[in-house]
């Protein structure tokens, strides 16, 4: 066996042994708490790689996402507490409106140049925030404004109502989002969607030239972020059972989703999920057991972060990882350095 | 009508001070083309280094300008120079530098932060010698801090026009924000102008801190209130405009000071963030700027 | 039938006239050049066509259907191509990827469009550089994407803006003969260049441009020999000889 195919078997047999790791882990991983952590970890890889179709396939840099998250939130979540609703009808809701509102926002906006569709985003999704926390009711459905929503806990493992006592179906849940997410940013990249997206997002009028309708992929992207991004809204809903505007709604969110991504490496399909992995446990464990003594320090954490890595890999962790983790490919097969296998 | 009139009164003072602080954001995002998402940082920078050296002094406010302007000028100038010019350099190709936007932004949350874990989070408040002062003129009351601070924004916005048109540093400054490669052509260290002029905005952010410090809390996140609302008004006013600025600023005082007269002051924010967007939409160059294709 | 015909078109920027009333017809098959001094308004004149921005007044015909002040997008696909005078390559992707783009308008299945761009690139022997990024191009190969892309997608007319600009000799003959091959494979060129010896050598005919009017047009002897022409370039000095 030559040493090319020997590494190319190493490799699938690295990514298989991972996926059962992944699928298999609560069977032996039994700690809410940490089944918790692991939880937030993939919504938060979702929710980048949902970002990511909007602030990296197509180019722009979008800081007020958590407006979308809050959408899904707090649609399927009055739909329920209102009108009897199960969460899982009121998602794909949620997922509409904040479609259609993405799409209204970003006809306009997408047509900026980067640092204005920047500031827009932010100013849309704080006009967000403070639209929730000064509605108490809207119509028949109570908002509550700041100090938001609780969803009626509904007793035992009940799936129509979305919810569990346990933490392993949720996990499973989210593993499941994330997966598909991931499926369909890999798939949009391979089809002309993806390319003339991804060409508009870095030159748009050479794009234009070739044929592209540039603002029209991206109003596109956008929707369909947003539609992605307010699935996982209600996921967060049901999971914390409690949502409320400075949680769900605020800049710091959207900018955690944005950091997350541009660390991992914006416009790579395993550049969120690379973010997440690395930054959440650093930020969780950092809150949970420095916030007492340094308040923010998880912050600062991730401010130095992203100044190093913008200085040093602006291009995201991605790249070095993949080239580390092609040196112990190399390593482990004995194959020589330089044989790059394309997987 | 008298509540209107002190409303427009107290909206113009504040919008005032508001266009002094955006100023320096319109000096860096017009001459370097950075969108520094730190500024308001660099607000709060300046605002607890006026805070510390009147505590600790006990000098009158605008006796610490003497300190807090070349403190505030040499931090500027560092953080330009250290963090943002190589990313700066990285990106000269690039059509839009977003990697300088996310740069600032990890500024911004590791100042912010900083600030935090070193002072705590509580509200500090200074007490001046004019801290609580009146003008009267007429029926209106003019809070004397406030009224000093349009004075100094008058002054200091004055200085830097003069500055910009007659000085050779300032015209390089103009030069490179019109065309930096033309301007390095013509001998002008590009990223030496850059840290001056982040530099300048920076000192500028300094001089608005001691103007705040006789009557606004210092708090670490102070920044952040400053922040947005100053890209709002730079955007309002026209990129690069300093004149743009300050009628910005004081559009969006007016806006705050008569608007919770008439609904609830949450509401207000929510009309300013729809002003924004309506000027993104219909102009994104602003009363001043210049049009270019946005 | 001419193929593209622009019929009294002008352009203004405010208080400038950049276009000014400008006629100028091409005929299938030519290629057709387009000089003046800088600033003459010939960028201006293509971006009209190619769809950047309207004319602000006048028509521009194309095999006789009104395509004035169309999208730059449609008018790709009405199988006219365009190249920039700074190249505009997808900087962060191959040379196979930025022709893929091109192909894409005549197939949305991917590997048919990869094998279409493939095709593309060998003619123009950047086939051994697919996999290359696009940043890591020297000038001359990334001025060669810039017409491979554009050919991708399978033009009847392209407009090449300067193309030329910063070639060394040979590579401007090169060029030459890369642009006589694609008029040999039935597509009509529109050019805008600087440098004489080359498109008083190519063109079959030549507008010259000079303050947005077209001041005349013929051969390229004709042109040559021009006084109006000699006098636009060289200044009044030079036009009695």
Redesign the interface.
């Known amino acids: 066996m030559n040493p090319g195919s020997k590494k190319k078997n190493i490799d699938t047999l690295l990514k298989i042994i991972m996926a059962v790791f992944v699928f298999t882990l609560p069977l032996w991983l039994t700690s809410p708490a940490y089944l918790q952590i692991l939880i937030f970890l993939f919504l938060f890889a979702y929710l980048t790689t949902t970002w990511n179709l909007v602030g990296g396939f197509a180019g722009v840099l979008p800081l007020g996402h958590s407006a979308y998250v809050g959408i899904g939130a707090y649609t399927s979540t009055v739909l329920f507490i209102t009108y009897g609703v199960s969460p899982w009808m009121g998602m794909w809701v949620g997922g509409l409106i904040a479609a259609i509102v993405g799409a209204i926002i970003g006809i306009p906006t997408l047509k900026l140049r980067g640092a204005y569709f920047a500031l827009s985003t932010m100013a849309f999704g704080e006009g967000v925030r403070v639209l929730v926390e000064n509605t108490m009711t809207v119509g028949p459905c109570v908002i509550n404004g700041p100090r938001g929503i609780s969803i009626p806990l509904i007793p035992g493992n009940n799936l129509a109502a979305y919810q569990f006592v346990s933490k392993v179906p949720y996990y499973y849940i989210i593993l499941i989002m994330l997966i598909i997410a991931l499926f369909i940013t890999w798939y949009i990249s391979r089809i002309r969607p993806g390319y003339y997206l991804a060409a508009g997002g870095e030159e748009p009028e050479a794009a234009q030239a070739l044929g592209v309708n540039v603002a029209k992929y991206k109003v596109w992207a956008m929707a369909l972020s947003c539609f992605l991004t307010a699935l996982g809204g209600t996921f967060l809903a049901q999971l914390t059972l409690y949502i409320y505007p400075k949680q769900i709604l605020g800049l710091d969110f959207s900018f955690e989703l944005a950091f997350i991504a541009l660390i991992g490496g914006r416009g790579t399909i395993a550049g969120p999920v690379i973010g997440a992995l690395i930054l959440r446990p650093v930020g969780e464990f950092a809150r949970i057991y420095l916030s007492a003594v340094l308040p923010g320090l998880h912050l600062v954490i991730y401010g130095l972060v992203l100044i190093f890595v913008m200085l040093f890999q602006p291009r995201g962790l991605v790249e070095p990882l993949t080239r580390f983790y092609d040196w112990i490919l190399n390593k482990i097969s004995g194959t020589a350095p330089g044989k790059e296998v394309k997987s | 009508m008298e509540a209107i009139i002190q409303a427009i009164i107290n909206g113009s003072m504040t919008g005032a001070y508001y266009g002094l602080a955006a100023l320096g954001l319109t000096l860096i995002f017009g001459v370097i083309k950075v969108?520094n998402f730190a500024h308001g940082s660099l607000l709060m920078v300046g605002m607890f280094a006026a805070y510390w050296i009147i505590h600790l002094t006990g000098w009158h406010p605008y006796a610490a300008l003497f300190l807090v302007i070349p403190m505030l000028f040499v931090f500027g100038y560092a953080l330009q120079g250290i963090?943002i010019k190589?990313?700066l350099e990285?990106?000269r190709?690039?059509?839009?530098p977003?990697?300088v936007?996310?740069?600032t932004?990890?500024?911004?949350?590791?100042l912010?932060?900083?600030a935090?874990?070193l002072f705590?989070?509580e509200f500090r408040t200074v007490k001046t010698s004019i801290t609580g002062q009146v003008f009267f003129l007429g029926d209106y009351f003019l809070p004397k801090p406030q009224v000093y601070g349009v004075v100094i924004t008058v002054l200091t916005s004055g200085l830097l026009l003069w500055f910009l048109k007659y000085t050779r540093m300032g015209k390089s400054i103009r030069a490179a924000s019109l065309d930096r490669d033309a301007a390095s052509l013509m001998g002008i260290n590009q990223y030496r102008v850059y840290n001056i002029a982040f530099g300048i905005g920076a000192a500028i952010a300094g001089i608005v801190g001691c103007v705040l410090i006789p009557f606004y809390y210092v708090f670490?996140s102070v920044g952040?209130i400053f922040d947005?609302k100053c890209?709002?008004i730079v955007?309002l006013g026209g990129l690069g405009s300093i004149p743009g600025a300050l009628i910005g600023g004081v559009i969006i005082g007016l806006i705050e000071s008569i608007f919770p007269m008439f609904m609830?002051s949450?509401?207000t924010?929510?009309i300013v963030?729809?002003v924004?967007?309506a000027v993104?939409?219909i102009r994104?160059a602003g009363l001043f700027g210049e049009k270019r294709d946005? | 039938m001419a193929l593209l015909d622009i019929k009294n078109v002008s352009k203004h920027f405010g208080g400038l006239k950049a276009v000014d009333q400008v006629d100028l017809t091409i005929e299938k098959g030519q290629i057709y050049g387009l000089i003046g001094p800088n600033g003459a308004g010939k960028s201006t004149l293509f971006n009209c066509v190619a769809g950047s921005f309207a004319p602000t007044s006048g028509k521009i015909l194309y095999n006789g259907e009104d395509i004035t002040g169309w999208k730059p997008w449609n008018i790709c696909r009405n199988k006219i191509a365009r190249t920039f005078q700074i190249v505009k390559p997808f900087q962060t992707k191959t040379v196979l990827y930025n022709t893929v783009v091109g192909s894409f308008i005549r197939t949305s299945n991917t590997s048919e469009a990869e094998d279409m761009a493939m095709e593309v690139l060998k003619k123009f022997h950047l086939a051994d550089k697919c996999n290359v990024l696009a940043k890591n191009l020297t000038i001359a190969d990334r001025k060669r994407l810039e017409v491979a892309r554009a050919m991708a997608t399978d033009p009847d007319m392209l407009l090449m803006d300067e193309c030329m600009a910063g070639l060394r000799h040979t590579e401007v003959d090169e060029t030459l003969n890369v642009i006589r091959e694609i008029r040999d494979r039935g597509v009509t060129i529109f050019m805008i260049e600087h440098i004489m010896r080359a498109i008083m050598s190519i063109s079959d005919r030549i507008t010259v441009i000079q303050f947005g009017r077209k001041i005349m047009d013929g051969t390229p002897q004709e042109v040559a020999n021009d006084e109006r022409v000699i006098k636009a370039y060289l200044g009044e000095s030079y036009g009695a000889a």
């Open positions: 969108i963090v190589p990313v990285a990106q190709e690039v059509r839009e977003t990697e936007i996310i740069v932004t990890g500024v911004w949350y590791v912010d932060n900083l935090l874990m705590g989070a670490p952040v947005v890209f709002i955007v609830t949450t509401w924010e929510l963030y729809v924004f967007m993104l939409f994104p946005w």
